[in-house]
């Protein structure tokens, strides 16, 4: 198939319209999540990534997006609920919004975008809590409903917002978890939310963050569905135009340094200090200024000369090496590093619909975990290093076994 890619906004910022250039190609990458059957290897997708970065409203955005059927469709590869960790997570941030923002309102509506196979929604439902999710994906929201969570197989947009308005009310609360950066129309998602959430209801949602990124060299964040990388710089920018003001921030440490905003109609709500603190921070790193990205740049091309010649001599000295997690993220690194079969065996990956396909681009076979764990590596490259404390404790075996991990975030490194 050709390269065919959807030119986004013919270079212009998805948010305030001002001019932007790349700062960097990743170079021709597939889809990050397209696994494909080893039949399938001949008419694979590629388009050019290039990040860029607005310097009128300090939004970090991919310039191009391949179109998202491409990515979204029947078929996603991606169950939320594969992570134990993540469904910890997830349990915490709903019971934090039942406990503060429900505590003492009747019959609260909490509507969740991207609700994937209901792994937050659940604890609403299990609750009592009137819910409804959003997600666009159909077999994932087949799941959900499967277990009784209400969810709609729609992109949400101004136009959803209204009918669910009418249909069910204003949302004392509207959610999202690592969605909001995979949405390219964000003045229309705003312009939703604005509709859709009652005068004292908050939106909360929460995505990798611009700062850990560029202090971790971790450019495996941007790939196809991570349209935007955001900051509180950004995000405030963002929403004001649609009476939203940010009211408070709260780090996370999933998908390796996430951040939650939580914005609110303006002046419903007083904002909390961690705001002001937080986009001090983001000046001090430099995250409004373009020239951040150009080391950001130098660094992301060290790191790819290290982690090669790591790769490389393990290979001139035999040794056995394995993937570990066939994350979408690891799509962005093996492509733009050039890391083929020959460097890495196979990788193992628990989420039985990757089994037996090969990874995107430089096709790689994704195996079970039984395929690691029955004849341990030499060497694993730590693919999921957002998973890295969960792993690392269940893989003692591994390193006791004499086995050690390659990891590539901060930096890259051989440890135990
Ligand atoms: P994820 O963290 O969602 O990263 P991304 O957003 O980049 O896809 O993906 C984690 C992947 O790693 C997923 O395919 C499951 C796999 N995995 C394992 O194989 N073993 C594990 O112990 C963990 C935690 C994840
Ligand atoms: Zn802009």
Same mark, same amino acid.
């Given at each position: 198939?050709?390269?065919?890619?959807?030119?986004?906004?013919?270079?212009?910022?998805?948010?305030?319209?001002?001019?932007?250039?790349?700062?960097?190609?990743?170079?021709?990458?597939?889809?990050?999540?397209?696994?494909?059957?080893?039949?399938q290897?001949e008419?694979?997708? *590629?388009f050019?990534?290039?990040?860029?970065?607005?310097?009128?409203?300090?939004?970090?955005?991919?310039?191009?997006?391949?179109?998202?059927?491409?990515? *979204?469709?029947?078929?996603?590869a991606?169950y939320?609920?594969?992570s134990?960790?993540?469904?910890?997570?997830?349990?915490?941030?709903?019971?934090?919004?039942?406990?503060?923002?429900?505590?003492?309102?009747?019959?609260?509506?909490?509507?969740?975008?991207?609700?994937?196979?209901?792994?937050?929604?659940?604890? *609403?439902k299990?609750?009592?809590?009137?819910?409804?999710?959003?997600?666009?994906s159909?077999?994932?929201?087949?799941?959900?409903?499967?277990?009784?969570?209400?969810?709609?197989s729609?992109?949400?947009?101004?136009?959803?917002?209204?009918?669910?308005?009418?249909?069910?009310?204003?949302?004392?609360?509207?959610?999202?978890?690592n969605?909001?950066c995979?949405?390219?129309?964000?003045?229309?998602?705003?312009?939703?939310?604005?509709?859709?959430?009652?005068?004292?209801?908050?939106?909360?949602?929460?995505?990798?963050?611009?700062?850990?990124?560029?202090?971790?060299?971790?450019?495996?964040?941007?790939?196809?569905?991570?349209?935007?990388?955001?900051?509180?710089?950004?995000v405030?920018?963002?929403?004001?135009?649609?009476g939203?003001?940010?009211?408070?921030?709260?780090?996370?440490?999933?998908?390796?340094?996430?951040?939650?905003?939580?914005?609110?109609?303006?002046?419903?709500?007083?904002v909390s200090?961690?705001?002001?603190?937080?986009?001090?921070?983001?000046?001090?790193?430099?995250?409004?200024?373009a020239?951040?990205?150009?080391?950001?740049?130098?660094?992301?091309?060290?790191?790819?000369?290290?982690?090669?010649?790591?790769?490389?001599?393990?290979?001139?000295?035999?040794?056995?090496?394995?993937?570990y997690?066939?994350?979408?993220?690891?799509?962005?690194?093996?492509?733009?590093c050039?890391?083929?079969?020959?460097?890495?065996e *196979?990788?193992?990956?628990?989420?039985?619909?990757?089994?037996?396909?090969?990874?995107?681009?430089?096709?790689?076979?994704?195996?079970?975990?039984?395929?690691f764990?029955?004849r341990y590596?030499?060497?694993?490259?730590?693919?999921?290093?957002?998973?890295?404390?969960?792993?690392?404790?269940?893989?003692?075996g591994f390193?006791a076994?004499?086995?050690?991990?390659?990891?590539?975030?901060?930096?890259v490194?051989?440890?135990?």
């Amino acid at each position: 198939m050709s390269p065919k890619v959807k030119s986004a906004n013919n270079g212009h910022c998805r948010v305030c319209s001002a001019r932007i250039t790349p700062f960097m190609s990743f170079g021709r990458m597939p889809i990050a999540n397209g696994f494909l059957r080893p039949d399938q290897t001949e008419n694979e997708y *590629f388009f050019e990534l290039t990040p860029a970065f607005c310097e009128a409203c300090g939004m970090f955005q991919l310039l191009e997006q391949p179109d998202p059927q491409k990515m *979204f469709h029947e078929q996603y590869a991606f169950y939320s609920s594969t992570s134990h960790y993540m469904q910890a997570h997830f349990e915490a941030f709903a019971h934090a919004v039942i406990n503060t923002v429900f505590a003492g309102r009747d019959e609260p509506f909490v509507v969740e975008l991207g609700s994937n196979d209901g792994i937050m929604l659940r604890h *609403f439902k299990d609750r009592g809590v009137r819910h409804l999710g959003v997600e666009p994906s159909a077999n994932v929201a087949d799941v959900a409903r499967s277990q009784g969570i209400s969810t709609i197989s729609a992109f949400f947009d101004r136009g959803l917002a209204d009918q669910i308005a009418a249909d069910q009310g204003g949302a004392d609360a509207i959610l999202a978890a690592n969605v909001m950066c995979h949405i390219p129309d964000l003045p229309g998602v705003a312009a939703g939310v604005q509709r859709l959430l009652k005068a004292d209801g908050v939106f909360m949602f929460e995505d990798p963050y611009l700062g850990d990124m560029i202090a971790k060299t971790s450019y495996d964040q941007i790939y196809d569905e991570h349209v935007f990388i955001f900051s509180a710089t950004s995000v405030q920018r963002a929403f004001a135009p649609f009476g939203l003001e940010l009211v408070d921030v709260m780090p996370q440490i999933t998908h390796g340094g996430s951040m939650r905003y939580t914005l609110a109609p303006k002046g419903s709500r007083q904002v909390s200090k961690k705001v002001s603190e937080q986009l001090a921070k983001e000046a001090a790193l430099g995250l409004d200024q373009a020239e951040t990205y150009l080391q950001f740049r130098a660094n992301c091309e060290n790191s790819r000369a290290a982690l090669m010649q790591t790769l490389g001599r393990l290979r001139s000295q035999q040794k056995r090496v394995v993937g570990y997690g066939a994350t979408s993220k690891s799509t962005t690194v093996i492509n733009y590093c050039g890391i083929t079969p020959e460097h890495v065996e *196979f990788i193992s990956d628990t989420t039985p619909i990757k089994q037996g396909r090969l990874s995107p681009g430089a096709h790689i076979p994704v195996k079970a975990y039984g395929e690691f764990a029955k004849r341990y590596p030499d060497y694993a490259l730590l693919f999921a290093w957002n998973h890295a404390a969960e792993i690392r404790e269940k893989e003692a075996g591994f390193v006791a076994a004499g086995g050690r991990w390659v990891v590539y975030v901060p930096e890259v490194a051989i440890v135990s």
